[in-house]
């Protein structure tokens, strides 16, 4: 799929005519990154971890948009009411399966060792802190910012139909975090729903990537 390019500004390209559902599920995944936050996991080690998760792997393969996976059984899966209705449990889950994949050792199997966990029933969450701040706004800030990561991401990956590890592979937590800063620093208009903005954000976040991309081949 083309993305911007610098070399030919008026090249065609081709975009995804959202619907509802996907709209939704692109505020589901931004839940789910807030509710990161009220477990006390900071963003720069909740996004890679997400998106490059089973769980986020899952989502990419039942809303492709080449796959047509309307109706596959994972699509059906995703549609079980405690996952819709509590972000917390996905978090819990990614948690979970990175603690596993994080005490193997070089050569062991990933998905064998979450099997055995499965089947062993060892679902030990590492601990994780309580959100405590007294700073009301700083706070509302870093929920904001989760939301629209997780949001952003999820757009992104319907859009060009991209997996969320190649999207994060393109634009990581850092890159994001600063982009988000600059976006929205002292920008007036920022009430305006995600949901009406989002394809333009794409689009900027596009254009800076390939910018990159093309410094980079010129050098």
């Known amino acids: 799929m083309e993305r911007e390019s610098p070399q030919n500004p008026d090249v065609a390209k081709i975009t995804r005519q ?8 692109c505020d589901m ?13 900071p963003m720069e080690e909740f996004a890679p971890m997400y998106m490059t998760s089973q769980l986020a792997g899952v989502m990419d393969h039942s809303f492709s948009v080449a796959g047509r996976m309307d109706d596959d059984d994972i699509s059906h899966l995703l549609q079980v009411p405690i996952l819709l209705k509590s972000p917390e449990t996905i978090v819990d889950v990614v948690l979970w399966l990175d603690a596993i994949v994080g005490q193997l050792e070089t050569g062991e199997s990933a998905s064998q ?3 055995e966990a499965c089947a062993e029933e060892k679902m030990k969450l590492p601990e994780k802190e309580s959100v405590e701040t007294e700073d009301v706004e700083k706070l509302t800030d870093i929920y904001e910012y989760a939301y629209w990561l997780g949001y952003i991401y999820r757009y992104e990956c319907l859009m060009h139909d991209e997996s969320s590890r190649m999207v994060y592979g393109a634009f990581n937590e850092q890159f994001m975090h600063e982009t988000y800063t600059q976006m929205f620093s002292g920008e007036a208009g920022n009430d305006i729903a995600l949901a009406d903005c989002a394809e333009e954000i794409c689009r900027r976040l596009d254009s800076l990537l390939i910018g990159k991309l093309w410094k980079r081949k010129e050098m």
């Open 29 to 41: 995944q931004g839940t789910i990154f807030m509710a990161a936050i009220g477990r006390n996991v």
């Open 18 to 25: 959202f619907n509802e559902r996907d709209l939704a599920y």
């Open 113 to 115: 060792a979450v099997l």
